[in-house]
Structure formats: structure tokens, C-alpha cells
């Protein structure tokens, strides 16, 4: 009997395993998009339909699919539908979709069968202001010619249907947030770790227990990711279900890293605010919190932070082109409205460019005094030169556009060309908020005119037909608006070659039928050396694979990253510049650091620049501290001798002072680190960090800096610890008080994510 027991209890666990088996071989995953997307209800994430190849087909049909996700729902019911996901051109074709329903948080999962849409409600509501875990199944029903949409929901069936015939699918994008209707709505809130794929044949294409892992897995990445206790229902769920939550306790039980397994009494916190990334919770809430060109800021953090895979972040392109191109987005819009050019100061201090410029000087300063007076006195080069400055807010000098046009103005009015040029480009643009362009456009077209029939530059000539089809395009200065012509100048404009002109006739060819894309492709890609716009286009070609482009995510980053970076919030680094001109290093240390966290390689090259400085800094610094001077000269002399000299004059002699034993140790620490231009034979970096810990011991500042390096970079014998070296580098400081390693060293984690972040931003 119990030999039969057995045995049946075997041959069910063979069928089961077989079973098993079976399922998992057919299975197979199309899509993981890995990291968190914030949807504002107006975003839209495409997804081509060759990236889900497996619920993708022109009026085919598939038996059997899933698509899993997390759900964040910020915002409570509203009385329009709010789209999670939506694929199909329209509303005839919505295999598989699902949203939440007007007026409730409950959510809606549908399917266009043969018979027309096939849906079901959920009996579950999502849970506001927390995550919840969906999965969608689509397969055969075992044992019948059926076939089962289900919907789970945090890793428990919600609800199902039964459907005759399988679901007839389309070729259409897959959407995230905002479906295809004009009107519709995206719901508000956190989407994260969508993953779409399909099953076999003949069987469901998860089981009920992968269903439970990929929910288990989900809230463990998202706890790591937001660094919050998102994963209130999962902690409490598990605990449940292991009897574990004790009576009375306030905090949020969390699960460890095994699967199953829950640590008691472990709290889920919300991690420090001092590291150099903010949390990305903060991060997420203002992105699609703030308004207009304040999200910025945090969105380049969490593209890059996605595009490298940093804090924790899952490394996904898909991920951080969202929020790459939700940036140059923004970006792009507000670069088109008047006096929004901003410059990219991409200067490296190590260049000391400092000498030759003048941005902390302002309008003050002497040779601004000097230009007016030469414009004053006739010189039209120093009219433009101050009309530049006023322009883009050079040198120190307040963007103002009246000041600019003022000088332009002179700069003409005394004979030159591009003072005419840009006057007139200013009237015609309406750079100047107020009144005063006031039949500007007539003006602007008389002064191109002028420069077309005298002139034989072609920088000139092109700056005017660009001009010119400007005039024509908008109908300005009496003209009426006509796109054909306008055309025709830019051509000319770009022939010329004017970058600008290659963009404005790439932006009318790119609107006009599609036929003329690729047309149009060719003429941003002459624009996108010059023009960040260009960028933003060729951008959205890469992510799509429009205008004859392959589809390509990476460069598709790329371009619209030179579109995101041109805004107000690269300001950052003209204040960096401007900050380090002034002396003013914990300011400038500051800009770059916010710089460098929106993704500008050069304030991370900045930043390094300013470590190195510390460095020799820190050098002066022990010479002032411990007025060795003539210890330091007696090694200088010979510094062959200095292993000798410090170990066995000073260390061996029964006078030395403890400051004068840190200063030894801390000299043989530099020599058995660097090796022979230190005076020792060989480098043995052990032996460096004996004698720095003694220095350290007997509170030598310097030890504590070079100590610290050791641990930050590592060497032969020594293993990085950056725990170590910040807490050396944060000790140092308390004792020194005043050096700029103190500064940098400042809040831990700041140097080495700023650090870490450059070094992967260097390999772009
Ligand atoms: C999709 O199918 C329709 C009708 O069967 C056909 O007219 C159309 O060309 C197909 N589209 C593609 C992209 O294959
Ligand atoms: C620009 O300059 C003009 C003339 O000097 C001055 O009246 C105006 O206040 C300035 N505008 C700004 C925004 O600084
Ligand atoms: C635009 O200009 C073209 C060429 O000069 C002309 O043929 C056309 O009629 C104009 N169109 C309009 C709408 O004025
Ligand atoms: C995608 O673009 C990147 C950078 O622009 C390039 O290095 C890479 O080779 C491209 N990939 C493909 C498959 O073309
Ligand atoms: C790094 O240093 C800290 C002390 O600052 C220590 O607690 C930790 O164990 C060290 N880590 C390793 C990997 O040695």
C-alpha cells in the first residue's frame, strides 16, 4: 500500500516536473524593461512592435502570452479611463490593453477577439500611493478547446474570462501611460520592470507560482530602486503567510535577498539625502511633479542613472531613453521660445582658461569699459562684442536683450554686415518681449535684402536667405506666409552652408508628406553638428526607426542628449566657472557636482581638477602645519637618503616628538607607496599603509589624505574600501578644518558617485 502510495506520489511528481519543463522550454520573454518610468498622465512610451514580437501580428492570432508590471498609482479616480498599456492604432484594435475605470481604481483588461473586444473587470482595486503587481495571462485552458485571459494581481488571481477563439493581434506600438486617444488620459503614477513574452502551444504561459515569483522579485527591486517602502503589501503578505507579523509593531517588515525568507524586524528605510544622487524616490516625485524645465533636473538624473545603472538601477536603454527623451522634449520646446538659447560652458579649469576670461568680472570690469568706449568712438568689432555678450550672457555680463539689440544697432549703423544680420535676426525673431519690435519685420527683410544683393560672404549670404525664408514662412513684414518659397531660401541657405538653413528645410520636409523623411533626415544630419533641435529630430528617428534610420536606442540617447543638455539648468556650469574664478571653491566644488549629476562630462573632468588641487594643497598644508621646512630640504637634497634619515634618525632617536614621528611615518608612507621617486628602492604599498596608519595614530592630517587615496583607488595588497577612505578622508577633515579635501570629502558617498559616475561617462 505505501509502496503504491509512493509510487503514485512519483509519478506525480514526474508529470508535474514534466509538466514544468514543458511550460518553461515554450516560454519565452520578448521584452524586460527594467528601472522605474514616471507617467504624468500626458506621457507616452512607444514601444515598437518589433520589440514585442510575441502579441505583434497584422490580424494573426497568438494562444498564449503574459505581460507583467508594477503599478504606482499616484493619483485617486478620476471619471475618465487612465491607460496603463495599450496596444492597437485605434480603438477597434486594443490587443491587449488594460486601464483603470472611470471612477473607481479597479482596472479594466481587454482583448479584440474574433467576435469582437473581449474584457473583463478586475474585482480588485489598485491600492492608491502604493505599488501594485499585475500580470496578464493569456493561454489555453487545459483539457478544453478554450482558451483563459487572467489577470492577477500581487501575485493571486484577480479574476478571469473564458474566450472561445485567441485574440486577433495588431501591428501597432505598444504604449505605456497615454493611449491613442486624443482625449484619453495616462494614469498618473510609477510604472516599472514591464515584461512581455509569450508561452507555448498547448500551455498557460506562466504558472501560478511564477506568477508569485516574478510578484516577489518585482517588490524586491523596487524596494532597492525607490528606496521606500513601497513594498508595504509584500512585507505584510509575506509575513502573513509566515505568521510572522507581531502584535502591536509599527515598523514594515522587508524581505531579504532570498526569495522566500523574512528578516524579522529588519526596517525598511528611506535612505540618507547626503549621497551625491538624490534618492531616487525625490527623484521620480519630482519628475513628473514639477512643471516645465524644473523636471529637468531630475529627470537627467534618472535617464543617466538608467543609462549606467547606478544606485541600483537596473542598466536599461529603454529606461533611460524615456526619460532622455522626456528631456529633450522639454528641452527642445523651451529652447524655441525667444531669449532661451543658453551656452554650454564647457570649459576645462585645468586649462586655465581663467586668463584669458573675464566671468567674474561683469559689466564692471575694464575692458568692458573699455569695448564701449571703442563702440562709442566707431569700432564696430567692439559693438559686437558687447552685442554678444548682452546676447548670451557672456563674460559675466546679464542676459539682456535690449542692450544687445542696442548694440547690434551700432554695430550696423556703423558699416557692418553682421551687426545688420544680427539685427535684423533679432527683430524678426521678437527676441525683445516688449513693443519695441514694431515693424521690426519689414525692416529685418530690408536688411537681409540688402546683404543678399551687395554681399559675396557666404556666411552672410546664408545667414540672409535663412532670414529671408524665415520672413516667408511666417508671413512677416508684410509677406505672405508660403511654405514653398520659404523652402527655397532655406535650400539656398543650406547649400551655402548654414546649419540653420539645413534644419529649418529638414523641419518643413520632415512636416510635409512622408515621402520627403528622408529627405528631411539628410538635412538634420548636416544641421546636427550645429544645432542641438536637429538632435531632438534625429533622436526621435533612432528611437523609432522613422525616416529610413535603423532603429538604434543608444544613439537615439545620444542625440537627444545634445538637445538636453541646452537649457537654464546648464547654468550649473557657468556658475562653477564663474564660482572657481572668484576663489570660491565649495562653490564651484557645489555647481559641478550638480553638473556633473545631470550628466555634463566636464564638470566630472572639473571636479577632478579641483581633487588634484587639493592635493597639492594639502602638501602646502603640511608644510605649513608642521613647519618642517627643513626636514623637507634635507630630503630634498637627498632623497636616497630618506628611508635612512626617517627611519632611523628621527624614528630611532629617543627625542623625536609624536608630531615629528606622524611627520616620519607619513614621509616613509609616501616613499614605500611611490617607490624609488620617493627615495625607497621599491613600492610596497603594505608597508606605505603601516606607517600612514601610524601617522594617522599620532594625528598627522597629511596621513590621513594619503591613507585615505590608498583605500579609495586601491594598490598591490590593498583592497579598495571606500567606507575606509571616507571615513579617513571625513577624520582628516575634522582636523584640518579647512583645506578643500575636507570639503570634497564632505558627505561621504558625494565624491566617490560623482567619481564613479565620470569614469563611466568618460567610456560614452
Ligand atoms: C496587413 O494586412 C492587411 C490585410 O490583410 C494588408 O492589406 C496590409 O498590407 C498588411 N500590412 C502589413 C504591414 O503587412
Ligand atoms: C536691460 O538693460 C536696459 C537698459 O540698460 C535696462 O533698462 C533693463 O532694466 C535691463 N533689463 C534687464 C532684464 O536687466
Ligand atoms: C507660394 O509661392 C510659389 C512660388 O513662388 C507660388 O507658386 C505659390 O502660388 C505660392 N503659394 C501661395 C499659397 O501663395
Ligand atoms: C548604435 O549606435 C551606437 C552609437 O551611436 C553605435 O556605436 C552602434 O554601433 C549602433 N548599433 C547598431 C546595431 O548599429
Ligand atoms: C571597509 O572598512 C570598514 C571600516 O571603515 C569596515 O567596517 C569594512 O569591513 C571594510 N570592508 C572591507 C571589504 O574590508
Redesign the pocket.
Given at each position: 500500500m505505501r509502496e503504491r502510495g509512493c509510487r503514485l506520489l512519483f509519478l506525480f511528481l514526474f508529470a508535474c516536473l514534466a509538466l514544468l519543463h514543458g511550460a518553461l522550454a515554450e516560454t519565452g520573454t520578448d521584452l524586460i524593461l527594467g528601472g522605474v518610468i514616471s507617467t504624468d498622465g500626458e506621457v507616452q512610451h512607444k514601444i515598437p512592435s518589433s520589440d514585442v514580437p510575441g502579441i505583434s501580428g497584422n490580424g494573426t492570432c497568438t494562444s498564449s502570452f503574459y505581460v507583467s508590471l508594477s503599478v504606482y498609482l499616484g493619483e485617486d479616480a478620476t471619471e475618465h479611463f487612465r491607460g496603463i498599456f495599450f496596444k492597437g492604432r485605434d480603438n477597434t484594435e486594443r490587443t491587449p490593453s488594460i486601464w483603470l475605470v472611470p471612477h473607481t481604481n479597479q482596472v479594466t483588461y481587454r482583448v479584440m477577439g474574433e467576435q469582437g473586444e473581449v474584457w473583463a473587470t478586475s474585482r480588485r482595486e489598485l491600492k492608491l500611493e502604493s505599488w501594485s503587481h499585475l500580470v496578464l495571462t493569456f493561454g489555453k485552458k487545459m483539457g478544453s478547446k478554450n482558451f483563459v485571459m487572467r489577470l492577477y494581481i500581487d501575485g493571486e488571481i484577480d479574476s478571469e474570462i473564458e474566450l472561445r477563439s485567441p485574440p486577433v493581434l495588431n501591428d501597432a506600438d505598444f504604449l505605456l501611460g497615454k493611449d491613442v486617444g486624443a482625449t484619453s488620459k495616462g494614469f498618473v503614477g510609477l510604472l516599472s520592470q514591464l515584461e512581455v513574452g509569450t508561452g507555448g502551444e498547448s500551455f498557460y504561459p506562466l504558472l501560478d507560482c511564477e506568477v508569485r515569483q516574478k510578484f516577489a522579485s518585482a517588490a524586491r527591486n523596487l524596494r532597492k530602486i525607490t528606496r521606500r517602502d513601497h513594498s508595504l503589501w509584500t512585507c505584510q503578505r509575506e509575513a502573513d503567510l509566515a505568521d510572522l507579523v507581531k502584535p502591536g509593531h509599527q515598523g514594515v517588515l522587508c524581505p531579504t535577498h532570498d526569495d522566500d525568507a523574512v528578516d524579522e524586524g529588519e526596517e525598511c528605510s528611506i535612505e540618507g539625502k547626503g549621497s551625491v544622487f538624490e534618492g531616487n524616490w525625490e527623484l521620480l516625485r519630482k519628475s513628473h511633479e514639477a512643471k516645465g524645465n524644473e523636471k529637468i533636473p531630475a529627470i537627467l538624473q534618472l535617464a543617466w542613472k538608467n543609462w549606467l545603472g547606478l544606485d541600483q538601477n537596473p542598466k536599461s536603454c529603454h529606461t533611460a531613453l524615456f526619460y532622455m527623451q522626456m528631456a529633450s522634449s522639454i528641452a527642445s520646446t523651451n529652447y524655441q521660445r525667444p531669449g532661451q538659447q543658453f551656452s554650454v560652458e564647457e570649459v576645462l579649469l585645468s586649462e586655465r582658461v581663467h586668463q584669458s576670461r573675464q566671468d567674474n568680472a561683469g559689466t564692471d570690469a575694464d575692458d568692458s569699459w573699455a569695448l564701449k568706449t571703442m563702440a562709442e568712438g566707431g569700432s564696430a568689432d567692439a559693438a559686437l562684442t558687447l552685442a554678444n555678450r548682452h546676447f548670451y550672457g557672456h563674460n559675466g555680463f546679464p542676459k539682456n536683450m535690449t542692450e544687445a539689440l542696442s548694440y547690434f544697432k551700432m554695430a550696423h549703423d556703423l558699416g557692418s554686415d553682421v551687426g545688420s544680420i544680427a539685427l535684423a535676426k533679432m527683430l524678426l525673431r521678437g527676441d525683445l518681449v516688449d513693443g519695441a519690435a514694431q515693424g521690426g519685420g519689414q525692416r529685418a527683410i530690408e536688411l537681409y535684402q540688402g546683404i543678399t544683393t551687395r554681399s559675396v560672404d557666404r556666411l552672410h549670404l546664408s545667414e540672409s536667405y535663412n532670414g529671408l525664408g524665415f520672413a516667408h514662412f511666417y508671413g512677416k513684414g508684410g509677406l505672405e506666409p508660403n511654405r514653398t518659397e520659404a523652402l527655397a531660401n532655406f535650400e539656398e541657405a543650406a547649400s551655402l552652408g548654414s546649419s540653420q538653413g539645413a534644419l529649418n528645410a529638414a523641419l518643413i520636409l520632415n512636416d510635409e508628406d512622408p515621402g520627403h523623411k528622408a529627405r528631411a533626415v539628410e538635412y538634420f544630419k548636416v544641421a546636427a553638428k550645429n544645432s542641438a533641435l536637429a538632435n531632438h529630430y534625429l533622436g526621435q528617428f533612432k528611437a523609432y526607426g522613422e525616416g529610413g534610420e535603423e532603429r538604434n536606442c543608444s544613439s537615439a540617447f545620444e542625440h537627444f542628449w545634445q538637445m538636453a543638455k541646452i537649457g537654464p539648468w546648464a547654468n550649473e556650469l557657468s556658475t562653477g566657472l564663474k564660482s572657481y574664478l572668484d576663489g570660491d571653491l565649495d562653490g564651484a566644488y557645489a555647481a559641478y557636482k550638480r553638473a556633473a549629476q545631470l550628466g555634463y562630462s566636464i564638470a566630472g573632468y572639473n571636479i577632478l581638477f579641483l581633487l588634484d588641487s587639493r592635493r597639492s594643497k594639502r602638501n602646502n598644508g603640511l608644510r605649513r602645519l608642521l613647519g618642517r621646512d627643513e626636514g623637507e630640504r634635507f630630503l630634498a637634497d637627498d632623497p636616497a637618503d630618506t628611508r635612512v634619515v626617517l627611519e632611523d634618525v628621527i624614528l630611532g632617536g629617543v627625542e623625536a616628538t609624536d608630531v615629528l614621528k606622524g611627520w616620519a611615518h607619513q614621509k616613509l608612507g609616501d616613499c614605500y607607496l611611490f617607490g624609488d621617486t620617493h627615495g625607497c628602492a621599491e613600492a610596497k604599498p603594505t608597508k606605505a599603509v603601516e606607517h600612514y596608519e601610524e601617522a594617522v595614530l599620532r594625528g598627522n592630517v597629511a596621513a590621513y589624505f594619503s591613507l585615505g587615496d590608498v583605500h579609495f583607488f586601491g594598490a598591490d595588497g590593498v583592497?579598495r574600501?571606500e567606507?575606509?577612505a571616507f571615513?579617513l578622508f571625513r577624520q582628516g577633515h575634522e582636523r584640518s578644518g579647512r583645506e578643500l579635501a575636507s570639503l570634497l570629502a564632505l558627505g561621504s558617498y558625494s565624491i566617490l558617485s560623482v567619481l564613479g559616475f565620470l569614469k563611466r561617462v568618460l567610456v560614452l
Amino acid at each position: 500500500m505505501r509502496e503504491r502510495g509512493c509510487r503514485l506520489l512519483f509519478l506525480f511528481l514526474f508529470a508535474c516536473l514534466a509538466l514544468l519543463h514543458g511550460a518553461l522550454a515554450e516560454t519565452g520573454t520578448d521584452l524586460i524593461l527594467g528601472g522605474v518610468i514616471s507617467t504624468d498622465g500626458e506621457v507616452q512610451h512607444k514601444i515598437p512592435s518589433s520589440d514585442v514580437p510575441g502579441i505583434s501580428g497584422n490580424g494573426t492570432c497568438t494562444s498564449s502570452f503574459y505581460v507583467s508590471l508594477s503599478v504606482y498609482l499616484g493619483e485617486d479616480a478620476t471619471e475618465h479611463f487612465r491607460g496603463i498599456f495599450f496596444k492597437g492604432r485605434d480603438n477597434t484594435e486594443r490587443t491587449p490593453s488594460i486601464w483603470l475605470v472611470p471612477h473607481t481604481n479597479q482596472v479594466t483588461y481587454r482583448v479584440m477577439g474574433e467576435q469582437g473586444e473581449v474584457w473583463a473587470t478586475s474585482r480588485r482595486e489598485l491600492k492608491l500611493e502604493s505599488w501594485s503587481h499585475l500580470v496578464l495571462t493569456f493561454g489555453k485552458k487545459m483539457g478544453s478547446k478554450n482558451f483563459v485571459m487572467r489577470l492577477y494581481i500581487d501575485g493571486e488571481i484577480d479574476s478571469e474570462i473564458e474566450l472561445r477563439s485567441p485574440p486577433v493581434l495588431n501591428d501597432a506600438d505598444f504604449l505605456l501611460g497615454k493611449d491613442v486617444g486624443a482625449t484619453s488620459k495616462g494614469f498618473v503614477g510609477l510604472l516599472s520592470q514591464l515584461e512581455v513574452g509569450t508561452g507555448g502551444e498547448s500551455f498557460y504561459p506562466l504558472l501560478d507560482c511564477e506568477v508569485r515569483q516574478k510578484f516577489a522579485s518585482a517588490a524586491r527591486n523596487l524596494r532597492k530602486i525607490t528606496r521606500r517602502d513601497h513594498s508595504l503589501w509584500t512585507c505584510q503578505r509575506e509575513a502573513d503567510l509566515a505568521d510572522l507579523v507581531k502584535p502591536g509593531h509599527q515598523g514594515v517588515l522587508c524581505p531579504t535577498h532570498d526569495d522566500d525568507a523574512v528578516d524579522e524586524g529588519e526596517e525598511c528605510s528611506i535612505e540618507g539625502k547626503g549621497s551625491v544622487f538624490e534618492g531616487n524616490w525625490e527623484l521620480l516625485r519630482k519628475s513628473h511633479e514639477a512643471k516645465g524645465n524644473e523636471k529637468i533636473p531630475a529627470i537627467l538624473q534618472l535617464a543617466w542613472k538608467n543609462w549606467l545603472g547606478l544606485d541600483q538601477n537596473p542598466k536599461s536603454c529603454h529606461t533611460a531613453l524615456f526619460y532622455m527623451q522626456m528631456a529633450s522634449s522639454i528641452a527642445s520646446t523651451n529652447y524655441q521660445r525667444p531669449g532661451q538659447q543658453f551656452s554650454v560652458e564647457e570649459v576645462l579649469l585645468s586649462e586655465r582658461v581663467h586668463q584669458s576670461r573675464q566671468d567674474n568680472a561683469g559689466t564692471d570690469a575694464d575692458d568692458s569699459w573699455a569695448l564701449k568706449t571703442m563702440a562709442e568712438g566707431g569700432s564696430a568689432d567692439a559693438a559686437l562684442t558687447l552685442a554678444n555678450r548682452h546676447f548670451y550672457g557672456h563674460n559675466g555680463f546679464p542676459k539682456n536683450m535690449t542692450e544687445a539689440l542696442s548694440y547690434f544697432k551700432m554695430a550696423h549703423d556703423l558699416g557692418s554686415d553682421v551687426g545688420s544680420i544680427a539685427l535684423a535676426k533679432m527683430l524678426l525673431r521678437g527676441d525683445l518681449v516688449d513693443g519695441a519690435a514694431q515693424g521690426g519685420g519689414q525692416r529685418a527683410i530690408e536688411l537681409y535684402q540688402g546683404i543678399t544683393t551687395r554681399s559675396v560672404d557666404r556666411l552672410h549670404l546664408s545667414e540672409s536667405y535663412n532670414g529671408l525664408g524665415f520672413a516667408h514662412f511666417y508671413g512677416k513684414g508684410g509677406l505672405e506666409p508660403n511654405r514653398t518659397e520659404a523652402l527655397a531660401n532655406f535650400e539656398e541657405a543650406a547649400s551655402l552652408g548654414s546649419s540653420q538653413g539645413a534644419l529649418n528645410a529638414a523641419l518643413i520636409l520632415n512636416d510635409e508628406d512622408p515621402g520627403h523623411k528622408a529627405r528631411a533626415v539628410e538635412y538634420f544630419k548636416v544641421a546636427a553638428k550645429n544645432s542641438a533641435l536637429a538632435n531632438h529630430y534625429l533622436g526621435q528617428f533612432k528611437a523609432y526607426g522613422e525616416g529610413g534610420e535603423e532603429r538604434n536606442c543608444s544613439s537615439a540617447f545620444e542625440h537627444f542628449w545634445q538637445m538636453a543638455k541646452i537649457g537654464p539648468w546648464a547654468n550649473e556650469l557657468s556658475t562653477g566657472l564663474k564660482s572657481y574664478l572668484d576663489g570660491d571653491l565649495d562653490g564651484a566644488y557645489a555647481a559641478y557636482k550638480r553638473a556633473a549629476q545631470l550628466g555634463y562630462s566636464i564638470a566630472g573632468y572639473n571636479i577632478l581638477f579641483l581633487l588634484d588641487s587639493r592635493r597639492s594643497k594639502r602638501n602646502n598644508g603640511l608644510r605649513r602645519l608642521l613647519g618642517r621646512d627643513e626636514g623637507e630640504r634635507f630630503l630634498a637634497d637627498d632623497p636616497a637618503d630618506t628611508r635612512v634619515v626617517l627611519e632611523d634618525v628621527i624614528l630611532g632617536g629617543v627625542e623625536a616628538t609624536d608630531v615629528l614621528k606622524g611627520w616620519a611615518h607619513q614621509k616613509l608612507g609616501d616613499c614605500y607607496l611611490f617607490g624609488d621617486t620617493h627615495g625607497c628602492a621599491e613600492a610596497k604599498p603594505t608597508k606605505a599603509v603601516e606607517h600612514y596608519e601610524e601617522a594617522v595614530l599620532r594625528g598627522n592630517v597629511a596621513a590621513y589624505f594619503s591613507l585615505g587615496d590608498v583605500h579609495f583607488f586601491g594598490a598591490d595588497g590593498v583592497e579598495r574600501n571606500e567606507t575606509e577612505a571616507f571615513r579617513l578622508f571625513r577624520q582628516g577633515h575634522e582636523r584640518s578644518g579647512r583645506e578643500l579635501a575636507s570639503l570634497l570629502a564632505l558627505g561621504s558617498y558625494s565624491i566617490l558617485s560623482v567619481l564613479g559616475f565620470l569614469k563611466r561617462v568618460l567610456v560614452l
